[in-house]
């Protein structure tokens, strides 16, 4: 089945080691997403790639970067980790075809834990 | 900018009883709403969306939604819930590219 793959599903880092969460898709869209849920809240666009072009949303924190080496693949770099980004991270698919009336198709996330 | 509001955190209901989940929007366009589910340890999943054409519109496992214009509201709906109903219901809109969700609500159905 097609489908956004999230990997791993629990990450653990230490305050300020940098961490890589890792997506990738076999749906072959154009756009991929980044989103950021702490418990208890909304999911929060943190940026998104449509193909290689990079949005960033604009109160996403330095600290948060992107990358997307290829269609399948997007990356999202943690460069020095803090208690508060301790969440889970989902990731995010869409064709980018359909402007307004995109879906976005969601991968299962990754639970990030900060010590 | 466009926000979304669903008025219940957490709704407890016994298997059989009828669903309602509020769900008001601002957006000063043409919106493009959707409602997601998620399941307990699974990804956010797709229910219902609605574009444009009848305001009423059905999702999968029996669940509908009714876009309000007048009330900015997208509140949904089923008839009678199952214990496996028990997720957590985002309500999100869309302008032209933003896809802003609500808090969530949290429906428990017991047995």
């Known amino acids: 089945d097609a489908m956004v793959i999230q990997n791993p599903r629990y990450q653990v880092t230490q305050f300020g080691k940098p961490v890589t969460l890792s997506c990738s898709q076999t749906l072959n869209h154009n756009v991929m997403y980044w989103y950021q849920q702490k418990s208890s809240q909304a999911p929060k666009l943190l940026f998104h790639?449509?193909?290689?072009?990079?949005?960033n949303e604009a109160d996403t924190p330095d600290n948060f970067q992107s990358r997307r080496p290829n269609t399948s693949f997007c990356f999202l770099d943690i460069r020095s980790p803090g208690l508060g980004d301790a969440a889970m991270y989902l990731c995010a698919t869409s064709r980018g075809e359909g402007g307004a009336r995109e879906t976005q198709y969601f991968g299962p996330g990754t639970r990030l834990l900060v010590l | 900018a466009q926000s979304v509001s669903q008025h219940n955190h957490h709704v407890i209901l016994s298997e059989a009883a009828s669903l309602e989940l509020g769900c008001n929007y601002s957006?000063?366009?043409?919106?493009?709403l959707f409602w997601y589910v998620q399941y307990p340890g699974q990804h956010l999943q797709l229910l219902l969306k609605?574009?444009?054409?009848?305001?009423l519109v059905k999702g999968i496992k029996g669940f509908e939604a009714e876009f309000i214009k007048s009330k900015f509201s997208f509140n949904l709906r089923k008839p009678s819930v199952q214990w496996s109903d028990t997720a957590e219901y985002f309500c999100a809109v869309k302008g032209y590219s933003t896809l802003t969700f609500g808090k969530g609500t949290m429906l428990l159905v017991s047995p």
């Open positions: 609605y574009f444009s054409g009848d305001p």
């Open positions: 790639y449509y193909d290689k072009d990079f949005n």
């Open positions: 957006y000063g366009g043409t919106v493009n």
